[in-house]
């Protein structure tokens, strides 16, 4: 393990000590566990399992576990860790009684998006009635749903922070929209099965992140951007660099959702991210600062003054008032620890 991961993951664990004695000598499921939400997920698991004394274990759908065993050998093959294999929309069930499941599953890619929305659609809506099912039978005490901040459609340019009580919605003409109004359709489903069957049901309207384990060849612009220095190449902004996003590191992003597992009220959606919005031109360059080396900057397309920026920036209000949340490591030092972290794997 890397001395970067270790540290967050003390890190984490000093935030969240007292939450994790209601896994006592429980078993838990986890879909998604493979990506960067649940590598994150598995390592804190693993420590605070450990470190606790807590006696419990996880198992972990994966639709490749030989993938995932050569990929973090340390998680996949973890005494406290069973993988099994198969697809989110049709998985056996495992025997036996679970006290709580994370859903984390449903690839948030662009690429699949564009290219097969229906699939997209589908695999949310028909892979999170699954779990639900799963949930109802095996007993669980507890289920979080990582939704995300797509269910409010197109952020108004006038609207700074998005809460969530904010009714806007996908575009249903655009085919484009299937993810965010299938985790619309996901997060209704578990109200759903909240109310008939008495299930506890936490949902985490998730933003954007940036931490180890996030991929760097896929739609993250800050990802491409740490990618981009890494290679000593410059970072290409496609656009004019004035959309606003934010970003929450990995070891917060682990903070806020097991206190929205453990402690969050049921079918009340928190918003997950960072409320300090970046344009994505200060988001390149500070990714260019943190770099050792002198990368450029270049912006293909001159900004229109009169028109007002697009934003993706959560109101993370509730959360920080109702469970106390806030965001402890700042984004300068969460780039630097991202890409320090990078560079050591790649040696």
Known sequence: MSSIIAQDLDHILKHTEPLWQELKDSRIFITGGTGFFGCWLLESFILANEKLNLGARACVLTRNPAIFQTKAPHLAYHSSIELL???????DFPEGQFSHIIHAATEASAKLNQENPLLMFDTIVAGTRRVLEFARVCGASKLLLTSSGAVYGKQP???THLAEDYLGSPDLSEPGSSYGEGKRVAEMLCTLYAKQYGLEIKIARCFAFVGPYLPLDI???????????????????????????SYLYAADLMIWLWTILFQGQTCRP???GSQEGLTIKDTALMVADCSSKSIPVRIAQNADPTKLASRYVPN??????????????????????TIEWNLKTQQ
């Not at 294999?85 to 998985?91: A, E, R, S, V, W």
């Not at 290679?231 to 290409?236: A, F, R």
């Not at 008032?321 to 965001?327: A, M, N, S, V």
């Open 85 to 91: 294999g198969g697809n989110i929309t049709c998985f």
């Open 157 to 159: 340019s006038e609207m």
């Open 219 to 245: 739609h993250f612009a800050i990802g491409n951007f740490i990618k981009n220095a890494l290679l000593n190449e410059p970072i290409e902004i496609k656009g004019d660099g004035t959309a606003y996003r």
């Open 270 to 272: 928190y918003n997950v």
């Open 316 to 337: 993370t209000q509730r959360a920080m008032t109702e469970l106390g949340l806030h965001t402890t490591i700042d984004i300068s030092l969460a780039i630097n620890k």
